[in-house]
């Protein structure tokens, strides 16, 4: 999806909604996690109200010539492969007809090929074609940029492994342990040890340039559980500038079709859109990030942010509150 989320027209989002159905029903229906997806965006996105189920076919052609608002086709091609991708690994005919609409309203999104190359289990493929375009190789891009060049990236590659370590460096991170409580760098402190995660610098420890990853966990307000780790992709898929589709797709690959696309172990788990509420709040975590005013991801500068009152740095960074599901 794009950042700023479409909200079109009662008519235009009818047609995406009869087209989303057509494209994700399967022999027994519409999945849950998919399901799910559409209940919440007919009041969030839509603004309409309709029985997904009695919802009449559409034809790519019809719905290509009913979508006039700019954007709205890429929007909604984006959302095809969400709903997709929700409920465990893809089906070849969904696929299909997520190519043929997306073919009839002129969108060639990279994400396409990304997603084909899972649905047809090329995996080595797939995995090469996700890390070429994803939010982690731009962490290695921003941290060769700003932190340390060729040196930098090697550094960061090999602590990941636990295989180097700066201890300089980790202390600028432990001591934000002594900041004042109500500060944000003291709230970042205790979100990485109480979760057990390493600082830069440390043995095993992300890289400097991938440590807004924990700080949006904190400025956003959410916690590490696979649901929360959902709404925080999609917070930063809301604030990112560059391939913001890509970091949604790294979450609904990992916990909704199931499929490890880190270089760490993960659980395996499917289908976690179709927690209660939990698609509500992905939609409201995408335009929460929109509302910030600063890229996190590239290049941010945040020591001076770290020192101030969490609730400052919120208002300064234009993070709202989340609102009730």
């Known amino acids: 999806m794009p950042s700023q989320l479409i909200h079109p027209g009662p008519e235009e989002a009818m047609l995406c909604l009869r087209a989303m159905r057509s494209v994700v029903a399967r022999a027994d229906g519409v999945p849950p996690a998919s399901r799910a997806i559409m209940e919440a965006a007919k009041g969030a996105i839509l ?18 010539a009913g979508v006039h608002t700019a954007g709205l086709a890429d929007q909604f091609v984006q959302a095809m492969l969400i709903n997709v991708l929700a409920d465990g690994t893809p089906d070849p005919d969904c696929m299909q007809r997520v190519e043929s609409f997306a073919a009839a309203l002129g969108v060639a999104a990279p994400a396409l090929r990304t997603t084909r190359l899972l649905c047809e289990r090329h995996m080595i493929l797939f995995r090469l074609d996700f890390m070429r375009r ?34 300089e460096l980790a202390k600028r991170y432990i001591a934000l342990g002594d900041l004042p409580a109500d500060t944000f760098g003291y709230a970042y402190f ?30 956003a307000g959410y916690g590490t559980a696979p649901e929360e780790e959902m709404l925080v992709g999609a917070f930063q898929a809301g604030y990112k500038q560059l391939n913001p589709f890509y970091v949604m797709l790294f979450v609904v690959f990992s916990f909704g079709t199931g499929v490890n696309v880190t270089p760490v172990n993960q659980p395996h788990i499917t289908s976690i859109l179709a927690t209660p509420g939990l698609a509500s709040r992905f939609i409201q975590a ?22 101030l009152p969490l609730a400052e740095a919120r208002r300064q960074l234009n993070v709202v509150p989340e609102q009730p599901a």
């Not at 109200?49 to 019809?62: G, R, V």
């Not at 731009?138 to 930098?152: E, L």
């Not at 929460?288 to 001076?304: A, C, E, I, K, M």
Request: hydrophobic fraction near 35%; include cysteine.
């Open 190 to 219: 205790h979100h990485c040890r109480d979760q057990g995660f390493a600082f830069p610098g440390e043995p095993n420890g992300f890289p400097e340039a991938g440590a807004y990853h924990d700080m949006t966990h904190v400025l």
């Open 47 to 64: 603004n309409i109200d309709a029985d997904i189920d009695a919802l009449p076919p559409i034809t790519p052609a019809e719905l290509a």
């Open 134 to 167: 994803s939010h982690i190789k731009d962490i290695f891009v921003d941290q060769y940029r700003h932190h340390g060049g060729i040196r930098g990236v090697a550094a960061a590659l090999l602590g990941l492994r636990g295989l180097h370590e700066e201890p």
């Open 286 to 307: 995408v335009e929460r990030g929109h509302q910030v005013n600063t890229d996190l991801s590239d290049g941010w500068d945040y020591w001076p942010v770290l020192r």
